[in-house]
């Protein structure tokens, strides 16, 4: 079994920064894309950045400038170094990763359950 575990999310004021973290725990044979997406009160979960087994990077027009995506692949972690946090950062932050169990297997999709981050005075 495959579990997505973050980690890194919390209060934190404007202009503020946090770091996330996800660590891919289970039986895997190999991941490739990892990354972060986000779900606001209301609002369509979003894709906030994603990086390739080769440190190929997305992020969203909105993040650009201010978040870092960045893993670890010896220990199948990702991470979210977020800066100038903006209220409108507020959201439920969710890591997937796209793995293969074994070496015959599919890749498949993996989600986290999700860190809270607020950005609020």
């Known amino acids: 079994q495959v579990q997505l575990v973050e980690s890194g999310g919390g209060l934190v004021q404007p202009g503020g920064s946090l770091r996330l973290s996800c660590a891919v725990s289970?039986?895997?044979?190999?991941?490739?894309?990892m990354g972060w997406y986000r779900q606001a009160a209301g609002k369509q979960r979003e894709l906030v950045a994603t990086i390739t087994s080769g440190d190929s990077t997305i992020l969203a027009d909105s993040v650009k400038g201010r978040f870092t995506i960045s893993r670890d692949n010896a220990k199948n972690t990702v991470y979210l170094q977020m800066s100038t946090l903006k209220p409108e950062d507020t959201a439920v932050y969710y890591c997937?990763?796209?793995?293969?169990?074994?070496?015959?297997?599919?890749?498949?999709?993996?989600w986290g359950k999700g860190t809270l981050v607020t950005v609020s005075s």
């Open positions: 289970g039986s895997i044979f190999n991941i490739n894309a």
């Open positions: 997937k990763a796209d793995a293969k169990r074994y070496n015959y297997s599919p890749t498949l999709t993996y």
